[in-house]
Nanobody
Framework: VQLQASGGGLVQAGGSLRLSCAASGRTPSDYALGWFRQAPGKEREFVARISRGGATFYADSVKDRFTVSRDNSRNTVTLEMNNLMPEDTAVYYC??????????????WGQGTQVTVSS
């Protein structure tokens, strides 16, 4: 499966952004999808994931601020980010795997999209 992320940008603290990831190739709806991020000088970390059936799971740092959703008819996964904070600044990556558990080490990655939150 191929993944193409978009929607990053520069926003002030407290603002919102929406990231989208378009999936193509082998039946994207068969995959669990997720979002990860990597801040400068830090390791890549998990942000949110959504199962084939729509079950979601979030990192504690983004819970209640971010919402992940998917549209299987359009083969897209979206990350709505609200109340953004400077510490959310990172390159965000979408990922796919055959199961939610497999998203711990995704096999498929999209290119990153930069999110910068100014204070």
């Amino acid at each position: 499966v191929q993944l193409q992320a978009s929607g990053g940008g520069l926003v002030q603290a407290g603002g919102s952004l929406r990231l989208s990831c378009a999936a193509s190739g082998r039946t994207p709806s068969d995959y669990a999808l997720g979002w990860f991020r990597q801040a400068p000088g830090k390791e890549r970390e998990f942000v949110a994931r959504i199962s084939r059936g729509g079950a979601t799971f979030y990192a504690d740092s983004v819970k209640d601020r971010f919402t992940v959703s998917r549209d299987n008819s359009r083969n897209t996964v979206t990350l709505e980010m609200n109340n953004l904070m400077p510490e959310d600044t990172a390159v965000y990556y979408c990922a796919a795997a055959t199961s939610m558990a497999a998203l711990n080490r995704p096999r498929y990655w999209g290119q990153g999209t930069q999110v910068t939150v100014s204070s």
